[in-house]
Structure formats: C-alpha cells, structure tokens
C-alpha cells in the first residue's frame, strides 16, 4: 500500500492545480463516445469516477474549495489515470508529499530468499490486495509478467473482474470456483489493510462495474486463501493443473505463492524457456 508523509507546509497552487486538472480531464477518451463539443470527459465523469461530489470538483477547477486530502488526491490521480510522474506532479500541486508505492526492496527478505531457491516449481509475492511484486523464472513462463500493470489493475483480483482478457489463460471450467474465490479473498484483504484507501475505492468500482462481483460480495464469504488449485492453459504445454500453497510474511502484509504440478513431469523440460529467463 502507499503510504504519506509529512506533509509538505506550503498551500495549494490553485491555478496551476485547476489548469492541470482541466487538461488531463481534456485528454482522456470516453468510455462510449458520443457526439460532444467538448473532447474528453466531462466533470461529472472524473467526480463519478474519483467518488466525489461533482461541486466539490467543480470548485478545483474554478480555483475553490478546501485543499483536497492525500486521499482524495490519490483517487483523482486514479480517475484521470495519470502516470506516476503526473500523480505525483499532481500531489505537490496540492500541497503534499507524493505517496511513496513499494518496490522490490520492499519484498520480505524471508519470502525473497525462499522464492528465489525454487527452481522447479512456479512461485509470486503478492500483498494482501494481490499486487505482484515478484516472480521467479518459471513463473514469467506460465503466467507471464504480473509486475507489468498501474493503478487498480495492479491487484489480480481487480483484473479478474474487470478485464475478460486475465481469464483467457484458465480453463472455462475453474471460472466460477475462481471468481467466488477471488471476491472471498478481497473481503479477507480489506480487513489486513492498514489503510483503506485502495481497497475501499477497489470494492466500489467492483460493485458498481461488475455484476458477477456484486452477485457474489452480497454472500458476505471471507476466506483467507492458504491452499488452492487452479489450472490454467499453457501455449505450447498444454492445460497445467496445480496446487497452490501459501507462504506468509511474519506480518501477512505479503504472501507467496508456491505452484505445484498435479502431474510428475518437471516443469523445466515442458518449459525450456523458463530455463534462461531472468528473475523478477
């Protein structure tokens, strides 16, 4: 999760924050597009998207209102689907320190060093929200690179939901067992998030976008995922059945995932490539 520091003791550059706002509004492609004078989304789109009343973003871009919260600053940055170097453009606009996003360094050394001595077996760190921090080489072969995604497609259980092409690597038949899953696991994940920020603006999306998601959140399933199989169709190996076991952090702010073929054959000579892969 992100995190804020202190923040930075100057004010908010009004104009230069509303003139920001109003071009990167400007940029961005509607999802249906429609005959419109003006390009880009309109203000009640961005408000939509951010969760914010569309006065209170109205007054942003008419140079008004409070200084907006690091929280609010993080959820326009993800409605109007800045890089990182514009969402933390947009944070010293305002007036506070960007948040600071893990990397690499960030990973458990205890999960690192297992990870990193599995060879024959597939293996990931995620954090509670299913980011991918890591992989190793095996991993980049059967599933390729996780690491790759900004914003709420970071986490694996968003991309489940919101986009049909994360499903296209497993069988139709392990869908559903997939899906209500993933929607149990994303209840468990919120309760372990020290802040709530993403997680919250994760599930409203979800409820608001994904029918399958809202279906299944309404039967109120919480499970901590610990052990688990899935399968998942391979392009040159063929379907790949496996049994997932789960490694906590001393924390459980991250978890690692450790693979294994249902089926005797290693790994490594169904998947040659792996063999010259670097690690993640």
Known sequence: MWSWTTP???RVRREELADFLRNRRAALVPAHRTARRTQGLRREDVAERAYISIDYYTRLEQRRGPRPSPEVASA??????LTADERDHLFHLIGHNPPQVPTLDDVDPGLRRVLYALDGNPAMIISNLAHTLVQNRLCLEVFGDLTQYTGLA??????WFMMPQER?????DIHDAQSATYAASVRAAA????????????????????????????????????????????????RLDFDCEVVFSHDRRQRMLVFTHRDSTDLRELLPAAASRPTR
């Open 8 to 10: 930075y003791d100057r």
């Open 76 to 81: 326009l940055s993800r409605a109007l689907e």
């Open 154 to 159: 970071r986490s694996g259980y968003f991309r």
């Open 168 to 172: 296209d690597i497993y069988p139709p």
């Open 191 to 238: 309760d372990l998030e020290p802040d709530p920020t993403e997680a919250d603006q994760m599930i409203a999306t979800l409820l608001a976008r994904s029918a399958e998601f809202r279906r299944l959140w309404d039967n109120h399933d919480v499970r901590l995922c610990r052990q688990e199989t899935t399968s998942l169709i391979h392009p040159t190996a063929g």
